[in-house]
């Protein structure tokens, strides 16, 4: 007969990475949200594995997938997850009105590239006992879980528990470098990011050749700016190179940039500093002129 497992041995933790694995799908996306390295991801998972003597996960080509013994468990672990994650937020927001500490911003690319990053010189001037952490991520982090203390995303959240605030349309453009010789190739993002409306629009583009693909838009600027090819891009960002000209006529994509935070942490001193001057300046930065 099975070893009978006793459950009063099993620790938090490793339920805490197991959510998380089920959740984000793989080793190395489940330890960049833990903060730590895939390795300790695979070393918790088996653990708990020997403690309930059962197979947790399947490894599959597109990464874990639970198993079904893992689910009553996965469930079992998200009820004892909801409280301690509300008493952390009850707790951070209780705290003194000192603006200091950890603040973990989350947002695409372009956003932490053109958007945040010039803006954190400033934000350390006025608040240096701060730090700030930027996640750079296509898909949506869990503010209710604290994978993110602000979100800047392109969509308004549904989730009751959010709170969010529009910082502004966004108009996108083909740019091309004058200089380029052939002006029907552009680059794409990959297939991984086929759902995004600007990918969806290039998709049907019958007059566009996508010659040039990433699931990263640094490279695909930087081949755009060396004349390899066109690129569809948020004006806020297109405007910032002058070796790249806009193709004239309406946007072709606009999308709408929101502000997103837990209600809870509203009041945190630290949070509400950062979303407040995020919030500013991106809603500058959207205003000015084409």
């Not at 009105?97 to 006025?126: K, W």
Request: proline share 6%; glycine share 6%; net charge positive.
């Amino acid at each position: 007969m099975p070893v009978q497992k006793r459950t009063d041995e099993i620790d938090w933790n490793d339920l805490r990475y197991a959510l998380a694995l089920a959740r984000h799908g793989s080793l190395s996306a489940t330890a960049r949200v833990l903060k730590v390295n895939h390795a300790t991801v695979a070393r918790r998972i088996a653990a708990l594995e020997a403690k309930l003597g059962i197979l947790l996960f399947e490894r599959r080509a597109r990464g874990y997938r639970p198993t079904a013994q893992a689910l009553p468990v996965l469930q079992a672990a998200a009820q004892v997850e909801a409280p301690l994650l509300r008493l952390g937020r009850m707790v951070d927001a209780g705290r003194g009105q000192r603006v200091e500490g950890n603040v973990r911003v989350t947002c695409t690319e372009g956003i932490a590239s053109h958007c945040i990053a010039p803006q954190l010189a400033i934000l350390r001037q006025r608040w240096p006992d701060l730090q700030i952490e930027i996640a750079v991520e296509h898909r949506s982090l869990s503010l209710a879980r604290r994978e993110a203390d602000i979100a800047i995303r392109w969509a308004r959240p549904q989730s009751g528990e959010l709170y969010a605030s529009r910082l502004g349309s966004v108009p996108y453009r083909l740019y091309r470098n004058p200089l380029a010789a052939n002006s029907t190739a552009v680059a794409a993002f990959d297939e991984s990011l086929a759902d995004l409306p600007e990918t969806k629009w290039l998709t049907k583009q019958k007059a566009l050749d996508p010659v040039i693909r990433s699931n990263s838009m640094l490279p695909l600027l930087s081949a755009a700016r060396a004349g390899a090819c066109g690129i569809l891009l948020p004006e806020f960002i297109g405007r910032q190179f002058t070796d790249l000209a806009a193709e004239p006529g309406r946007p072709p994509v606009t999308r709408e940039l929101w502000l997103v935070l837990h209600r809870d942490l509203r009041k945190t001193p630290r949070v509400r500093v950062v979303a407040d001057f995020l919030g500013t300046a991106v809603r500058a930065l959207l205003r000015q002129p084409a």
